[in-house]
């Protein structure tokens, strides 16, 4: 009988992407403070990141795939102009090759060059054989 192999699970490190007027919208519902952005990132970024790592959870329960977020945090934001800034998320995230590549990649979710970045680890096991003796 053969033994099927489960699918290897790799972890990659991404970038995401949010426009500030949009994260703010999320990070303040009531549209009070929306200038407030710059301010909340620069000095409780945590909060921002976990408000994003709750929206991100829910996108891919929705897309029903097997990817854990290991880490996402606030990198830096391009502008503090809330009408064009952009803020940029690292993240860290583990899962099959083939579930990755449906959030990660050109035009998804997160920012993810296949061809050029490098996959930070591959989990597997190993085996290890002791050497033969001469």
Same mark, same amino acid.
């Given at each position: 009988?053969?033994? *099927? +192999? !489960?699918?290897?699970?790799? $972890? &990659?490190?991404?970038?995401?992407?949010?426009?500030?007027?949009?994260?703010?919208? %999320?990070?303040?519902?009531?549209?009070?403070?929306?200038?407030?952005?710059?301010?909340?990132?620069?000095?409780?970024?945590?909060?921002?990141?976990?408000? *994003? +790592? !709750?929206?991100?959870?829910? $996108? &891919?329960?929705?897309?029903?795939?097997?990817?854990?977020?290991?880490?996402?945090? %606030?990198?830096?934001?391009?502008?503090?102009?809330?009408?064009?800034?952009?803020?940029?998320?690292?993240?860290?995230?583990?899962?099959?090759?083939?579930?990755?590549?449906?959030?990660?990649?050109?035009?998804?979710?997160?920012?993810?060059?296949?061809?050029?970045?490098?996959?930070?680890?591959?989990?597997?096991?190993?085996?290890?054989?002791?050497?033969?003796?001469?």
């Amino acid at each position: 009988m053969q033994k *099927i +192999e !489960k699918p290897k699970k790799i $972890i &990659i490190n991404a970038e995401l992407t949010v426009p500030l007027g949009e994260l703010a919208t %999320y990070t303040f519902p009531k549209k009070e403070g929306l200038l407030d952005i710059v301010e909340l990132l620069d000095k409780k970024p945590y909060i921002v990141n976990c408000i *994003i +790592e !709750k929206i991100v959870r829910g $996108i &891919i329960k929705k897309k029903k795939l097997d990817v854990k977020i290991k880490k996402l945090e %606030y990198n830096y934001s391009d502008s503090n102009n809330i009408d064009f800034g952009v803020a940029y998320f690292k993240a860290n995230l583990k899962g099959t090759e083939k579930n990755l590549k449906r959030i990660a990649g050109e035009n998804r979710i997160f920012f993810f060059d296949w061809e050029e970045n490098i996959i930070i680890k591959s989990i597997e096991t190993l085996s290890i054989e002791k050497p033969k003796n001469i």
